[in-house]
């Protein structure tokens, strides 16, 4: 049976030139940047190349890219590294819609003393920037609001809350996991202090991701060791997956807009597919301000979970509930954030597409689901 997959805002396929690129790296080419010998020099070279094209891909400068292992460190080493260095500042603002890397490092650093301030966002799922204004005080050291929501593709007015933190100068971070390879991103025009991205939704491998530092930002490394990283990430790199992410970056650089528009027109059949045959279907959040490739659908009165495993078993891969943080089909909190009643919340799937889905793919995944939803109805 031919497997179709529509999970991208979990993890993609490595695209076949990031694969290709990173086997030398396994092979002949097994050198780390640490060694002065010919062999580490390749691998240092590596290293550096992957660093601009992920810097060139944000608007960033090679030396403001900190290579991780994914999305979750760099949001913890940005967290927990700028909030080791704000003093008094004890107050620190984020989101209730946050990826768990995010909520799950500001609970750590309320048990060490830090006054977290989570803000609400409205049913399209969209933070307000006058509550982050109103929310911001004098001992505010550092604001984390992601670009772009892992569960509904609503952007969130990044640029705006960047102005605010800037003008109290206080450090702002985004988690642009989801939003990197989706829309341009420039760092500089966004005004922001800090970036996490990680390397396995945009086809490069998983275990690798990077954080953009803005040049004379000072934080606290989270690992202490050898000078890896300008000091930042003691520990031997992980030489292959850093080029699989530069060869991803490189990628996305240069497609980003025709990749968009393809999978926008991929999107718009599917949900006038939906739309048109299944009473009471509703697509989540923001109508414009989202990113078209995910899909968060509420089919009232048919349990997602059992819509995800009906799908399943006809080969076709969805997600439902928060599945990237815990493997587990818990309610969503981010639609509980939006003001949807539970019972609604765990009636919801959410489609991610890909590069790789074709129109054919759509047909055949709106065919499966208005005819399971039809059954299970
Ligand atoms: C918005 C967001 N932030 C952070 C992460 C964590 O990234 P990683 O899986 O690379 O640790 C994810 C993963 O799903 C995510 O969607």
């Known amino acids: 049976m031919r497997q179709l997959y529509f999970d991208h805002s979990a993890t993609t396929l490595p695209d076949n030139a990031v694969i290709a690129g990173m086997m030398?790296?396994?092979e002949e080419n097994f050198g780390i940047?640490?060694?002065?010998?010919?062999?580490?020099r390749k691998g240092k070279a590596a290293v550096e190349s992957a660093r601009e094209e992920v810097a060139a891909l944000i608007g960033a400068l090679p030396q403001e890219i900190v290579f991780t292992s994914g999305g979750t460190e760099s949001v913890?080493?940005?967290?927990?590294?700028?909030?080791?260095?704000?003093g008094a500042k004890k107050r620190i603002i984020t989101s209730q819609i946050e990826h768990p890397a995010v909520l799950r490092s500001c609970a750590y650093l309320s048990q060490i003393g830090f006054n977290i301030v989570y803000l609400p966002v409205n049913k399209k799922g969209q933070i307000n920037p006058q509550d982050l204004a109103d929310a911001i005080t004098a001992d505010t050291g550092l604001i984390s609001i992601m670009q772009v929501n892992?569960?509904?593709?609503?952007?969130q007015p990044v640029k705006q809350m960047a102005k605010l933190a800037k003008d109290n100068g206080i450090l702002f971070h985004t988690d642009a996991v989801a939003a990197v390879g989706k829309i341009n991103i420039n760092v500089s025009e966004l005004g922001i202090d800090l970036l996490s991205l990680s390397g396995?939704?945009?086809y490069a491998p998983?275990?690798?991701?990077?954080?953009?530092?803005?040049?004379?930002?000072?934080?606290?490394?989270?690992?202490?060791g050898g000078h890896e990283e300008h000091n930042l990430r003691a520990g031997t790199e992980n030489v292959a997956a850093i080029v699989g992410l530069g060869t991803a970056c490189g990628i996305y650089s240069a497609k980003i807009t025709q990749e968009t528009e393809y999978i926008r027109l991929l999107a718009d059949n599917l949900w006038g597919k939906l739309d048109k045959r299944i009473d009471g279907v509703r697509l989540n959040g923001h109508p414009?301000?989202?990113?078209?490739?995910?899909?968060?659908?509420?089919?009232s009165g048919v349990s997602g979970e059992s819509l995800l495993i009906n799908l399943d078993l006809e080969g076709i891969i969805v997600s439902a509930g928060s599945v990237c943080s815990t493997g587990s089909l818990e309610t969503s909190h981010v639609l509980l954030a939006m003001g949807l009643p539970e019972k609604e919340a765990r009636c919801t799937i959410r489609i991610s597409l890909g590069r790789n889905n074709t129109v054919k793919d759509i047909e055949t995944l709106a065919d499966a689901v208005t005819d399971i939803v039809g059954r299970l109805k």
């Open 206 to 224: 998983k275990g690798v991701g990077a954080l953009y530092i803005k040049s004379g930002i000072k934080i606290n490394p989270l690992l202490h």
């Open 24 to 26: 030398p790296y396994f």
């Open 288 to 299: 414009e301000q989202k990113l078209p490739g995910i899909l968060s659908l509420t089919f």
């Open 200 to 202: 396995h939704k945009i």
């Open 150 to 155: 892992h569960e509904t593709g609503v952007l």
């Open 76 to 86: 913890n080493l940005a967290l927990l590294g700028a909030a080791s260095g704000l």
């Open 33 to 40: 940047p640490a060694s002065i010998h010919s062999l580490g």
